[in-house]
């Protein structure tokens, strides 16, 4: 039976992770709204960032009072929204 074939994450390497993650340390320092673009989802995730857990690698944002924790491997852009 062969298994169904899932796109792998593309790799980064370590400069691009760090730019990453001193984004999200700015924005979360600064308390500003962000839009991150999230491998394997359609939409982008549009909001502050609460905590961000390095216990489990995952960004905490609050998305118009939802909570949604993002894994921090699969942010592939940090944006500041334009409007």
Not at 5 to 34: C, H, W, Y
Not at 44 to 63: E, K, L, P, Q, W
Not at 70 to 77: G, L, N, T, Y
Request: a negative charge; charged letters at 35%; proline letters at 4%.
């Amino acid at each position: 039976m062969a298994k169904a074939k899932v796109t792998k994450r593309p790799t980064r390497d370590e400069f691009v992770l760090e730019e990453i993650g001193n984004q999200l340390s700015e924005a979360k320092m600064e308390n500003s709204e962000i839009v991150l673009t999230v491998w394997g989802r359609e939409e982008t995730v549009r909001g502050t960032i609460t905590t961000m857990d390095s216990r489990t690698g995952r960004v905490h944002m609050d998305c118009k009072g939802e909570l949604d924790k993002v894994p921090f491997m699969d942010i592939m852009k940090v944006e500041y929204p334009r409007d």
